[in-house]
């Protein structure tokens, strides 16, 4: 598949079918925590990269064995607002399901800013934006942007996403021990979010390989920075328990490294996800990691550069 992954365990969304529209680490940011590693190409212009007739000929073979979906996911290998006409791909999906599955996008918000980018975005369900700073110097030193990413024009076009848009929004904050857990910071994002007004506050730690040595607030801190953000914020920080399972790969390996192509996963992330049991692909890792394709890093498999 060019444009599909999973159904993947997500932390958040139970069974996620994942949608990838852009190519690799193509974005408007460069996070220190992203699981992708740096950017290859951070850009603010946006192109139309789907083949539409492969694109809904993928969904329609993916579907037809009604696989466990719980949310059709927008998200993948580079930020998908880049996506031009991003309302058409969420259409055409929703055409091809029938409304079965309810769709979601996350965004790291840059773009939102822009009204055509939103007005895309009201097809969809549910959009995940990020907000990983309440200060201009922490976004610059988190996630590292292009040099037209203003980030009160970011911050200001999550709010008015939220005025705009009739569906749910789920506001994201990458918490990272020692820059964006300060009192001061999280007193202006108290505010921040308080005009955003989103349904949910989700609190994300780096829990996940990538080219930096990062780590979240220590328990107890964590603690604090919920009463100060939000009494009803929720951390997402594990894999969820998911009970009912994908059908089991007849190719083990192949299903292993299509998986890890995506993004680094833990056992446990592959078991729930491949549907296999724990030996099996634990038989399947070692062989990979004696044969040097995969590496292991704080628990994640990745596939070797």
Known sequence: MSY????VPSRRLGFSLGVDLIPKKTCTLDCLYCQL????????????YVD??????????????????DYITISGSGEPTLHKSLDKIIHAIKRIVK???????????????????????????????SLD????????????????????????GIISLRKEFKGKIWLEIMLLAGVNDTIAELEKFREIVENINPDKVQLNLPVRPCSFKLSGPSPKK?????????????????????????KVSKDLAREILTFLKRRPATLDDLVISLAARPRDISKELNFLLDKGVLRKQNNHFTIND
């Open 222 to 246: 964590l603690e604090r920075i919920v009463e100060i953000i939000n009494n009803n914020a929720e951390i997402v920080a594990g894999v969820s328990n998911l009970k009912n399972r994908a």
């Open 37 to 48: 590693g740096c950017s290859e190409k951070k850009t603010m212009k946006r192109f139309f």
């Open 52 to 69: 539409m007739r492969k694109f809904t000929q993928e969904l329609k073979e993916i579907t037809k064995t009604n696989p466990k979906i």
């Open 99 to 129: 409304n079965k599955y309810p769709v979601c996008v996350i965004t790291n918000s840059s773009l939102l800013y822009r009204k055509d980018v939103r007005n895309e975005l009201k097809a969809a369900d549910l959009i995940i934006p």
């Open 4 to 7: 599909f992954y999973g159904p």
């Open 133 to 156: 700073a309440a200060t201009s110097g922490t976004f610059r030193r988190i996630n590292r942007p292009h040099k037209a990413v203003v980030f009160k024009k970011l911050v200001k």
